[in-house]
């Protein structure tokens, strides 16, 4: 068994198709059917199910992907070990993130990094909390950013958010210069998934309960529903960077309605040097830009 072959394998499976992988490879579809076919065999069963609607993982394939996953992260940071040995700064740093990082922050970090470290490739999986725990977990992604707390991973806080409360001009809140949440407690509010448990917290220690009209996962939907009257959107500042015309943030004024971005792992002490420099360059960057 070799390497080349778990990495075919892997990328047949991240990308759901045979004709994907090869493209990606830069290999023909016949050479990528072989490396599966001969990996089937040397293990002595199938990885994975082909068909019109495409390939699936094999109740054996999904068992084997854990420990090819385990390998291929394994052969990564050797390699960027060694590269470090001898003076390199080379290998892949993989990152799980969400919308609001990847428009505000991850522009100005990753020309930071690429600056102290062009030859370092970075790869980027944007999908919703659930999703980036799930792929740290499970080493898709080397770390994520997070709202935290996150359970189940070692976390590096990296800011706090205050939230807003986001109204169109016209609403009778709209002229305020921030909402205190007693002034909630008649609205129809429209909540962000991820941030669901800080606002239902911070309510109930006040001992309020508006009606939750809304919850959803994307930012620029519940800005929308806001805008549209549906209601008061509540959403961390981060989140609230291209606001459109007819809409106003207004600062909530409750210390406990703060959340917490950070950096979520596995372990970090196991990290590969090229996700080590990206965290580093990361908090470099924020305390340019935050402090």
Not at 132 to 139: F, T
Not at 154 to 167: D, P, T, Y
Request: glycine share 6%; charged share 20%.
């Amino acid at each position: 068994m070799s390497i080349g072959k778990y990495e075919i394998f892997h990328t047949v499976v991240e990308l759901g198709s045979l004709t994907k992988a090869s493209e990606s490879l830069n290999i023909s579809q016949s050479g990528v059917s072989h490396a599966i076919s001969s990996l089937e065999k040397e293990l002595g069963f199938s990885l994975l199910t082909r068909n019109k609607a495409g390939i699936r993982l094999t109740v054996n394939g999904e068992r084997m992907l854990l420990y090819i996953r385990e390998i291929l992260y394994l052969n990564e940071k050797m390699l960027q070990e060694a590269g470090e040995i001898i003076g390199l700064e080379i290998g892949t740093v993989r990152i799980g993130t969400f919308s609001s990082i990847s428009a505000v922050w991850l522009p100005g970090i990753l020309k930071k990094f690429m600056d102290l470290y062009p030859h370092i490739k970075v790869d980027i999986v944007e999908g919703k909390q659930e999703e980036i725990s799930l792929w740290i977990s499970q080493g898709i992604v080397d770390f994520g950013f997070l709202m935290l707390p996150a359970a189940d991973l070692e976390v590096l806080h990296l800011k706090r958010e205050a939230f807003c409360c986001v109204v169109p001009e016209t609403h009778h809140l709209g002229a305020e210069n921030s909402i205190k949440p007693n002034a909630l407690n008649e609205e129809k509010l429209i909540l962000q998934n991820s941030t669901l448990k800080i606002i239902h917290d911070m309510l109930k220690s006040n001992k309020l309960s508006p009606e939750i009209a809304f919850r959803l996962d994307d930012e620029q939907a519940v800005i929308s529903m806001a805008k549209n009257s549906l209601g008061v959107a509540i959403l961390p500042d981060i989140a609230l960077h291209n606001l459109p015309d007819g809409v106003r943030k207004i600062p909530l004024s409750d210390d406990r309605a703060i959340s917490s971005i950070g950096i979520g792992s596995i372990s970090f002490k196991n990290l590969p040097p090229a996700a080590e420099k990206f965290i580093a360059a990361s908090t470099l960057w924020l305390n340019e830009h935050f402090t």
